[in-house]
């Protein structure tokens, strides 16, 4: 094993701020990594096309998407875990009657089974993003890596229930994220570490929400963002400020990966 270190960095909430701002700390704090000789990794729910900029304006090659089901290596797919495709249609079968639109993505670009449906623009605009074009047979000629379901909180519950192939986290009020039974950040991150030949005690991690639990308490050092859930705080090793408030910088420079 190399003594050398990794760092794992959430998109929302983590690098990116309320606004979808990349701060001007964050973007220091990663150089200076890369200086150190430290690699830097993105990890996040996102699909590969949805951060492409992000990744080009901070010089990251590495990544965990689709909360661990595509991974990506120096630029180089590492790891991919698609949907179950008849299962995927079976919850689609079931989605429609209950009048919950869907979206699915693969690691290029991403369609939905409704065209400008309320829920799905709601979301997606959080994001940032525009509302995906319409396609009800986009998820029926590709791999499906991740599909978003667009429903009210509560409603996941008969989906957990009845469609046991998957895996459910919210990441919105009105949207949660369909993932492979077992798939997790985490997941994605052995992937890489396995590559780079790093210990996990060499490994940290930056997130905020839900979908960072697994990842949090994964590495050897889980940093919770001020603005995190309460449910990532308590998963963390450490808490620093907000994302807004130079957190990542700050915490950086606690553990002693790079200087003030």
């Known amino acids: 094993m190399t003594d050398k270190k990794v760092v794992f960095l959430d998109i929302d909430g983590t690098i990116l701020d309320e606004n979808k701002q990349l701060p001007k700390s964050t973007r220091d704090a990663v150089s200076k990594l890369q200086a150190n000789n430290i690699n830097v990794a993105i990890a996040t729910g996102r699909a ?12 990251i090659n590495s990544f965990v998407s689709f909360n661990g089901s595509y991974v990506v290596f120096e630029g180089q797919k590492i790891s991919g875990s698609p949907l179950d495709s008849d299962r995927l249609l079976e919850l689609e079968k079931d989605a429609w009657y209950k009048e919950h639109p869907m979206v699915f993505l693969d690691h290029e670009t991403g369609r939905a089974n409704h065209g400008n449906h309320p829920l799905i623009q ?54 949660i994220d369909v993932l492979p039974p077992g798939g997790s950040k985490a997941k994605g991150i052995e992937a890489v570490l396995e590559r780079l030949g790093i210990s996990l005690e060499n490994s940290y991690a930056f997130g905020d929400g839900l979908n960072d639990l697994e990842m949090l308490r994964y590495v050897g050092t889980g940093v919770a963002m001020g603005n995190a859930v309460e449910e990532a705080k308590k998963a963390a090793n450490l808490e620093t400020d907000h994302v807004g408030n130079d957190g990542i910088h700050k915490a950086l420079v606690e553990l002693g990966l790079i200087k003030a």
């Open 122 to 175: 709601e979301s997606m605009g959080s994001l940032k993003m525009a509302h995906p074009p319409h396609d009800e047979s986009f998820h029926k000629q590709r791999d499906i890596y991740q599909a978003l379901l667009f429903c009210e909180d509560g409603h996941e519950l008969h989906y957990r229930d009845n469609h046991l192939g998957f895996d459910y986290i919210r990441w919105h009020e009105k949207a």
């Open 48 to 59: 590969p096309f949805m951060f492409k900029e992000l990744r080009e304006e901070l010089k």
